[in-house]
């Protein structure tokens, strides 16, 4: 019901930004895309999927005394046939709004404030926030920030009748910075008490509150070198949860040398997620990846290659391979290749298949003129040994448009594949995009 | 000492130190909310354009050249610059893969974009029992406490 008056009100409550946009320097970012599917799956019935799907974005600035500015950014999605996918599509409506908010920007010390529906990623801290947020850059390199509010609940986890989220959370991060080449940042965040799942034996010892501490480093100690990361601690389990950080190397302007390092101890890591948790005896204790990685820039073109080695309780795997990306004709024009191959030990293989590892190749190509604009994108995985009796999984796509003006063009895609769960899969979707911008200067 | 209280001792000092260096806040310059001129299609590099000269605390533009590495490893920076991302970036750029609940993947809404780097391309129904196994963090870190509804369909 609820969800049902959320779709109603959705395209109601977006039409009311219109007169404000209006008057204001505004932008609005609408798309909309119709996709048609026919689902036949051996020993189901068939259907015919239509949703029609709308994306809209409205932000207006300059409002009031020039300061504040609202920004809204969701989707709706009504199922134009008559059969439901019941799986992954159970309502005929559905939507969400991804944030909306109201900003005030001060003039000075990239201070602003905002109240509403917002992302929050500060630090450690990765969180949709339904509450209020500031930040403020201080004197002699300090800066600090906060967030407060309730949280944005999901679908609740089958058989546990919660989703695992408490209702409040709130956090915030210190930070200092110095001349361009160190950044200190201390964050926290603290959620109100998870509540006890449906079936608490399912999740014993491994999943409680959402209480993170953490720091975080970014250090550029000679022109050449760079170093970032993070370390997370959860309180609720006294267990330092997460280590990720990447030394970045670059001898020249066209070289860049990257190495990286991530560590998860999986209960300490995941110990918020009721979905995660109750994975979590098969995950092990501890996840382990480092790699490297080279990328070269030639005039238009990047070339890169990269290596990164897994290391689990349940095993092992190393993923090694490369990219060559070009760009022509003042951007207009866009083309890669990539292939990598993963070797892995069987103990990831999907279940009933005896190996895990698979090639992966892919190409596109790109034209984007003022008239028409084209793509071309292929992707392919193949299995080392057959998945599902199947030795690949593939797809062709084809994208093809027109710019009706500068702000307005319609496209369509089609596609068209063969993999484990389908031995033919065609897919098309019509897409009308309209982005109107009143303000000056660029934003993507 | 409880966590609770030394999280709220933490917010309490950063307050402190708000407050009375407040004085001097209006001296600090502030990043444009938009970038001023048009960008350029596709990919773009601030160095291209922006003399690699650092001002106050400010981090050199070249640190946020849009390389692959860069991209692949964009979450450092969004956790400490967003201020500065939000110059070139709407925050809908951010939602169109980092949202709590997605109609399509990113890859099928941007079908005309092969150049952006989309998570789960192609048939990753099959590849996400692969990498799920040998990478849980990397969905975490995304996908976070979402539960999507494709998701619980299956991990019940």
Same mark, same amino acid.
């Given at each position: 019901?609820?969800?049902?008056?959320?779709?109603?009100?959705?395209?109601?409550?977006?039409?009311?930004?219109?007169?404000?946009?209006?008057?204001?320097?505004?932008?609005?970012?609408?798309?909309?895309?119709?996709?048609?599917?026919?689902?036949?799956?051996?020993?189901?019935?068939?259907?015919?999927?239509?949703?029609?799907?709308?994306?809209?974005?409205?932000?207006?600035?300059?409002?009031?005394?020039?300061?504040?500015? #609202?920004?809204?950014?969701?989707?709706?999605?009504?199922?134009?046939?008559?059969?439901?996918?019941?799986?992954?599509?159970?309502?005929?409506?559905?939507?969400?709004?991804?944030?909306?908010?109201?900003?005030?920007?001060?003039?000075?010390?990239? *201070?602003?404030?905002?109240?509403?529906?917002?992302?929050?990623?500060?630090?450690?801290?990765?969180?949709?926030?339904?509450?209020?947020?500031?930040?403020?850059?201080?004197?002699?390199?300090?800066?600090?920030?906060?967030?407060?509010?309730?949280?944005?609940?999901?679908?609740?986890?089958?058989?546990?009748?919660?989703?695992?989220?408490?209702?409040?959370?709130?956090?915030?991060?210190?930070?200092?910075?110095?001349?361009?080449?160190?950044?200190?940042?201390?964050?926290?965040?603290?959620?109100?008490? *998870?509540?006890?799942?449906? #079936?608490?034996?399912?999740?014993?010892?491994?999943?409680?509150?959402?209480?993170?501490?953490?720091?975080?480093?970014?250090?550029?100690?000679?022109?050449?070198?760079?170093?970032?990361?993070?370390?997370?601690?959860?309180?609720?389990?006294?267990?330092?949860?997460?280590?990720?950080?990447?030394?970045?190397?670059?001898?020249?302007?066209?070289?860049?040398? *990257? *190495?990286?390092?991530?560590?998860?101890?999986?209960?300490?890591?995941?110990?918020?997620?009721?979905?995660?948790?109750?994975?979590?005896?098969?995950?092990?204790?501890?996840?382990?990846?480092?790699? #490297?990685?080279?990328?070269?820039?030639?005039?238009?073109?990047?070339?890169?290659?990269?290596?990164?080695?897994?290391?689990?309780?349940?095993?092992?795997?190393?993923?090694?391979?490369?990219?060559?990306?070009?760009?022509?004709?003042?951007?207009?024009?866009?083309?890669?290749?990539?292939?990598?191959?993963?070797?892995?030990?069987?103990?990831? #293989?999907?279940?009933?298949?005896?190996?895990?590892?698979?090639?992966?190749?892919?190409?596109?190509?790109?034209?984007?003129?003022?008239?028409?604009?084209?793509?071309?994108?292929?992707?392919?995985?193949?299995?080392?040994?057959?998945?599902?009796?199947?030795?690949?999984?593939?797809?062709?796509?084809?994208?093809?448009?027109?710019?009706?003006?500068?702000?307005?063009?319609?496209?369509?895609?089609?596609?068209?594949?063969?993999?484990?769960?389908?031995?033919?899969?065609?897919?098309?979707?019509?897409?009308?995009?309209?982005?109107?911008?009143?303000?000056?200067?660029?934003?993507? | 000492?409880?966590?609770?209280?030394?999280?709220?001792?933490?917010?309490?000092?950063?307050?402190?130190?708000?407050?009375?260096?407040?004085?001097?806040?209006?001296?600090?310059?502030?990043?444009?909310?938009?970038?001023?001129?048009?960008?350029?299609?596709?990919?773009?590099?601030?160095?291209?354009?922006?003399?690699?000269?650092?001002?106050?605390?400010?981090?050199?533009?070249?640190?946020?050249?849009?390389?692959?590495?860069?991209?692949?490893?964009?979450?450092?920076?969004?956790?400490?610059?967003?201020?500065?991302?939000?110059?070139?970036?709407?925050?809908?750029?951010?939602?169109? &893969?980092?949202?709590?609940?997605?109609?399509?993947?990113?890859?099928?809404?941007?079908?005309?974009?092969?150049?952006?780097?989309?998570?789960?391309?192609?048939?990753?129904?099959?590849?996400?029992?692969?990498?799920?196994?040998?990478?849980?963090?990397?969905?975490?870190?995304?996908?976070?406490?979402?539960?999507?509804?494709? &998701?619980?369909?299956?991990?019940?």
């Amino acid at each position: 019901m609820k969800k049902a008056l959320f779709c109603r009100l959705f395209p109601l409550l977006l039409l009311t930004t219109v007169p404000a946009a209006a008057l204001a320097e505004s932008s609005v970012d609408s798309t909309t895309i119709l996709r048609v599917r026919q689902d036949a799956r051996a020993g189901f019935e068939t259907q015919t999927l239509v949703p029609l799907t709308q994306y809209l974005g409205v932000d207006i600035d300059k409002l009031g005394d020039g300061n504040l500015s #609202a920004h809204l950014y969701g989707w709706g999605r009504l199922d134009l046939d008559d059969s439901m996918d019941t799986v992954d599509n159970p309502d005929r409506f559905d939507g969400s709004l991804s944030y909306g908010y109201l900003q005030y920007r001060f003039n000075y010390a990239n *201070a602003r404030a905002r109240a509403g529906r917002f992302f929050v990623t500060e630090g450690i801290a990765n969180e949709l926030v339904d509450g209020i947020t500031a930040r403020t850059d201080l004197p002699y390199g300090f800066g600090v920030s906060a967030f407060g509010g309730a949280t944005v609940h999901t679908v609740d986890i089958p058989g546990m009748a919660t989703d695992g989220k408490g209702d409040g959370i709130f956090g915030g991060r210190v930070n200092y910075r110095h001349k361009g080449m160190l950044e200190l940042g201390l964050s926290g965040l603290y959620e109100s008490k *998870a509540p006890e799942p449906a #079936a608490p034996g399912s999740a014993a010892d491994s999943f409680g509150s959402h209480r993170l501490l953490g720091g975080d480093i970014w250090l550029k100690p000679h022109n050449m070198v760079q170093i970032s990361g993070h370390t997370s601690y959860n309180t609720e389990t006294q267990q330092i949860a997460e280590h990720s950080y990447l030394l970045q190397v670059t001898p020249s302007k066209e070289l860049v040398l *990257a *190495a990286n390092f991530d560590e998860q101890n999986n209960r300490d890591y995941f110990y918020s997620s009721l979905l995660f948790a109750n994975m979590i005896r098969n995950l092990g204790r501890d996840s382990r990846t480092a790699g #490297a990685s080279a990328s070269y820039t030639l005039g238009k073109a990047e070339i890169s290659g990269d290596f990164k080695h897994y290391s689990r309780e349940t095993g092992k795997a190393q993923r090694f391979g490369g990219e060559l990306r070009g760009t022509l004709l003042d951007n207009s024009v866009r083309t890669g290749f990539g292939y990598h191959y993963l070797r892995s030990s069987p103990d990831f #293989a999907v279940a009933g298949s005896a190996s895990g590892s698979f090639h992966e190749v892919r190409a596109y190509a790109l034209c984007d003129t003022k008239g028409y604009f084209a793509a071309l994108d292929a992707i392919g995985y193949f299995f080392k040994k057959p998945v599902e009796n199947s030795d690949s999984a593939w797809e062709l796509l084809g994208s093809l448009g027109y710019h009706l003006t500068p702000a307005f063009e319609l496209s369509g895609d089609l596609s068209y594949g063969q993999n484990p769960q389908y031995d033919d899969e065609l897919k098309g979707l019509l897409r009308v995009t309209y982005n109107m911008n009143t303000g000056k200067g660029g934003t993507k | 000492m409880r966590v609770s209280h030394q999280i709220i001792a933490l917010l309490a000092l950063a307050g402190l130190l708000a407050l009375s260096a407040c004085a001097q806040l209006k001296a600090l310059p502030n990043l444009p909310a938009s970038h001023p001129e048009e960008l350029a299609r596709g990919a773009v590099s601030c160095s291209e354009c922006h003399e690699d000269q650092q001002s106050g605390s400010m981090k050199p533009f070249a640190a946020f050249n849009h390389t692959q590495t860069f991209i692949k490893n964009h979450r450092f920076y969004a956790g400490s610059d967003e201020v500065l991302c939000a110059s070139c970036h709407k925050v809908s750029f951010c939602a169109d &893969c980092h949202s709590h609940k997605t109609d399509m993947k990113p890859s099928t809404k941007y079908g005309s974009r092969p150049d952006r780097m989309m998570p789960h391309r192609g048939d990753f129904l099959t590849l996400h029992k692969i990498e799920g196994k040998l990478d849980p963090a990397s969905c975490y870190r995304c996908h976070g406490r979402g539960n999507n509804e494709q &998701c619980v369909a299956c991990h019940r």
